[in-house]
């Protein structure tokens, strides 16, 4: 969790306390129309992008990027309430706006520090939105602030303290904000003269709030704060009321359903993928040859192989699902004895591992080992062969009774192992070095859209929806039971190009009961042109998911600078068919979402934040999986995140 979701979580929490330990009282007296008053609150500032040029006299040697301080905020506040539900709101204030930064380390050793005292006059015009039943209300509207403080402070160790003004300060900012607050009245309730204490609180993101015009700082300021509001009242006749008797009602499990529509990207896209080749050959039972599905080549035509011959496979799906890309893997031998032949130094270990015992296992590993020295004719002496009843990692734990096939299948290998750069990549821990490929996508993954039914697994039996178009034409689909449910946005519109629909969720939940949801979404038919994009993909050890920290170099250095600003990110995760379906799903999830924060935190370390991320947990959903579950390297390949990086038009 962030910084700001941490606080913004802590003075939620503290702001629902106060609602809850308060209660109203019954006026005796009609409320003011018009409500006058003060406020007072400290702005949660964060500070994130670049700056650097402090002013025309001062550029740092290091840039500073992150920062965050506590400042206050005070204002002047009038409200329009000519009922209990609609209203207006006004607020100027003093808007205080600064932060300290991150420390950095100037090229000479020296610690440096930086610290804005920016500051502002806002004007915050809000629509108001209460109820009748309670004294909670919401609020939202833009912000104008303009500036009365542009000073910073600067220091460095052996260097002069530096206190100066930013130059290149924006006179005027135009954002938004949108926030909750409390009413508590604390006058008598047959007062005319009204007075009432509001806590309250308010988010103002980042959108528009860059304080220069030069570089790339943004601001996101929490605000909680007190407000102390006065009003006048008339006397109001009150008649008797009913005496209301509470009946109790069977309370009933509630679903949260959701769309998410597919991004505006076209459903034909040219993908240069960089595909990792698993270390690792597979032989079937009884066996010591090397299985057929192998591309083995014959001593001419090693010759002539080149690994590039492999970049133009295609994938005629969206999900991934390619002979192509399994023709790839099925020439590991010929990519490893290719690459040990251009890298003479280069020395590998053949690892064999069968349950049939260490002298199987050392077959296997001899028969490839064979291959490298008569076919590619490399020194035997460069190749060690070893055999063990067991594969590192395994996919069979002690104790485990279920799916054992799959498994034994899955260690009935050999595993390629060397310390050269040149035949291995130090991503995930053990993979061969990955080979580029062309590949040709027809509406992918995020062309789709997407249902989403929160714990349905747990809480429904199934569900269904209906898609209603503008002239109320009526589409159902399912039912369906997993938590996640995609169809091509094509299988919605039909022949339209475009159109907004009603989606109804009709869910039979396990308790008998049943939950009607809507909610609308935009379906567009996109341009037809093919765009380019890059792909990248992760594979994950059997069951595991914290193996991504082998992958964050990877992921930081190779997969994130090439993600621009105002490119749409799609990450999706997948598991194989062994296990549980819905522990496979939160498994995906996991895989997912940690791969997400990785690339956020480096995109965000350099600065650029308009970045756009699709990121879902698809388990083992066959319909979707990368590969089929047959062959065991098809469910080594299954245990993925891929992640596709597309330029939205």
């Given amino acids: 969790m962030s910084l700001i979701d941490k606080i913004s979580h802590k003075l939620t929490i503290s702001f629902l306390t106060v609602i809850f330990m308060s209660t109203a009282a019954m006026a005796q ?130 260097q002069p303290n530096t206190n100066g003004d930013f130059s290149s300060v924006q006179n005027t900012i135009f954002s938004g904000q949108v926030g909750a607050g409390f009413d508590i009245p604390v006058s008598a309730p047959n007062s005319e003269s009204k007075v009432s204490l509001s806590p309250f609180i308010s988010y103002h993101p980042y959108f528009g709030q860059d304080p ?47 769309v998410r529509g597919p991004i505006n990207a076209p459903p034909v896209r040219r993908v240069s993928e960089t595909f990792p080749v698993l270390n690792a050959v597979f032989f079937d039972d009884g066996s010591a040859a090397i299985p057929g599905r192998y591309v083995l080549l014959t001593k001419e035509q090693a010759t002539n192989f080149n690994e590039n011959q492999l970049q133009n496979a295609q994938s005629p799906s969206g999900t991934g699902r390619s002979a192509g890309q399994l023709t790839v893997y099925y020439n590991v031998l010929n990519i490893l004895g290719g690459r040990m032949r251009a890298n003479p130094a280069a020395v590998i270990s053949l690892e064999g591992s069968s349950a049939q015992g260490t002298r199987d296992a050392l077959a296997f590993a001899e028969s490839i080992k064979l291959y490298l020295v008569t076919v590619f004719e490399i020194d035997g002496s460069r190749i060690t062969t070893h055999g063990s009843l067991r594969a590192h990692p395994s996919s069979e734990h002690p104790g485990g009774t279920r799916e054992l096939v799959l498994l034994g299948a899955e260690n009935r290998r050999v595993d390629i192992e060397s310390k050269s750069p040149e035949l291995l990549v130090e991503a995930g821990g053990g993979m061969m070095k990955p080979v580029q490929i062309n590949t040709t996508q027809e509406n992918p993954l995020d062309f789709e859209v997407l249902f989403n039914v929160d714990s349905a697994q747990q809480k429904v039996k199934s569900w269904s929806v209906n898609a209603t178009d503008e002239r109320g034409n009526v589409q159902h689909f399912g039912p369906f039971t997993g938590n996640q449910q995609g169809l091509p946005a094509a299988t919605i519109l039909g022949d339209s190009p475009s159109g907004d629909y009603k989606i109804t969720l009709l869910a039979d ?3 008998g009961s049943t939950v009607t949801k ?32 082998q992958y964050d170099k990877f992921l930081t250095t190779v997969v994130a600078p090439l993600i621009i600003d105002g490119a749409t990110v799609t990450i999706n995760g997948h598991t194989d068919i062994i296990g549980e379906e819905a522990y496979n799903q939160r498994l995906s999830d996991e895989r997912a979402q940690q791969t997400q924060k990785i690339i956020e935190r480096a995109i965000a370390n350099s600065g650029r934040d308009h970045v756009k991320f699709e990121t879902r947990g698809l388990g083992e959903d066959a319909a979707v999986s990368p ?23």
Avoid at 130 to 150: D, E, M, Q, R
Avoid at 521 to 549: C, M, Q, W
Avoid at 627 to 649: A, C, G, H, M, Q
Wanted: with cysteine; aromatic share 12%; net charge neutral.
């Fill in 627 to 649: 590969f089929d579950n047959n062959l065991p390297e098809e469910r080594f390949y299954n245990r993925t995140v891929i992640i596709d990086i597309v330029s939205v038009k």
């Fill in 212 to 258: 220069r015009n030069i570089e790339s700082l943004s601001i996101t300021t929490v605000r909680a704060g007190l407000a102390l509001k006065f009003g006048k009242g008339h006397r109001a006749v009150v008649k008797d009321q009913p005496v209301a008797v509470a009946v109790a009602t069977p309370v009933v499990s509630d679903v949260t359903f959701t």
């Fill in 509 to 511: 939940l396990n308790n």
């Fill in 518 to 549: 809507e909610t609308s979404v935009h379906l567009l038919r996109p341009d037809p042109t093919v765009t380019s994009g890059f792909r990248y993909s992760i594979v994950f050890d059997y069951n595991k998911a914290e193996s991504i920290a």
């Fill in 29 to 158: 007296t009609t409320q003011p129309v018009w409500w006058f008053g003060v406020s007072g609150a400290a702005n949660f500032n964060f500070y994130t992008g670049t700056t650097q040029r402090l002013n025309n006299a001062l550029i740092t040697p290091t840039p500073f990027h992150k920062g965050n301080g506590v400042r206050p905020y005070a204002s002047l506040l009038v409200e329009y309430r000519p009922g209990p539900v609609w209203g207006a709101m006004l607020n100027v204030g003093y808007d205080g706006l600064g932060a300290k930064f991150d420390g950095v380390e100037a090229p000479c050793n020296c610690p440096a520090d930086l610290t804005s005292e920016l500051s502002y006059v806002s004007i915050e015009p809000s629509l108001r939105l209460g109820f009748a039943t309670t004294s909670l209300y919401f609020f939202a509207g833009p912000s104008i602030a303009i500036n009365v403080n542009k000073g910073f402070a600067y220091t460095q160790l052996k």
